[in-house]
């Protein structure tokens, strides 16, 4: 049974810096052609793709937010962390992360809500 | 950078009904498409990958079909948990592997 929980904290300030944790379990990420991707959904929107790492550790960024995000895998722990930098209140939205055997999702967590507010 | 399209934005079906979603590519991204289905409060869940390859445990009520820019999901007949947004995503360019805005698919 694959599962995947998102984790980090709740409210952050504008400027600060944003670590998300995604914790999984049911695959591993050392396997060939498994990957990771972070998506967020601010409230009433749409889905927005923000980054994804491979089983080879190749990584993959929104063009729009590149500058401002990093992904990491840790395969020994199961885990993969997002980091986004100078976080600003438009940035508010629940962050889901995701994992699967190609480039979409098969399996999703439960998505955390991040507000930026001072 | 790929663009996504949906449409309608909002499909108004009566339970039992046949509802077609569309979802068209600013490019070709040859049958590497997704559609996924999300209910208030939850998180997406995958329906169809490969355009048309239903995913793990989805009832073959839902179907996919198209390649290259124009992409179809089709709900045979409306049961009242498939009332939900659809979002179709590209995966064959990337990145990003672009989302479209979703289709909500309401009771009429």
């Known amino acids: 049974q694959v599962t995947l929980r998102e984790s980090g904290p709740a409210l952050v300030k504008p400027t600060q810096t944003l670590t998300l944790t995604c914790t999984f379990s049911?695959?591993?990420?050392?396997?060939?052609?498994?990957?990771v991707s972070w998506v967020r959904q601010p409230p009433g929107k749409a889905l927005e793709w923000l980054a994804l790492?491979?089983?080879?550790?190749?990584?993959y960024y929104s063009t729009s937010l590149k500058t401002r995000l990093t992904i990491s895998k840790d395969t020994s722990k199961n885990q993969v962390v997002l980091t986004m930098t100078n976080m600003d209140p438009v940035d508010t939205a629940t962050y889901y992360c995701?994992?699967?055997?190609?480039?979409?999702?098969?399996?999703w967590g439960q998505g955390t809500l991040v507000t930026v507010s001072s | 950078e790929i663009v996504m399209m949906q449409s309608p934005a909002t499909l108004s079906v009566s339970p039992g009904e046949r509802a077609t979603l569309s979802c068209r590519a600013s490019?070709?991204?040859?049958?590497?498409l997704a559609w996924y289905q999300q209910k208030p409060g939850q998180a997406p869940r995958l329906l169809i990958y490969?355009?048309?390859t239903r995913a793990t445990g989805i009832p073959a009520r839902f179907s996919g079909s198209g390649s290259g820019t124009e992409f179809t999901l089709t709900i045979s007949s409306l049961q009242s948990e498939d009332f939900a947004v659809y979002y179709c995503?590209?995966?064959?360019?990337?990145?990003?592997?672009?989302f479209g805005p979703g289709t909500k698919v309401d009771i009429k």
């Open positions: 490969g355009a048309s």
């Open positions: 049911g695959f591993s990420l050392s396997t060939s052609g498994m990957c």
């Open positions: 995503q590209q995966y064959n360019n990337w990145p990003p592997f672009t």
């Open positions: 490019q070709s991204v040859s049958s590497n």
């Open positions: 995701g994992g699967g055997s190609s480039w979409y999702s098969d399996y």
């Open positions: 790492i491979d089983w080879d550790d190749d990584k």
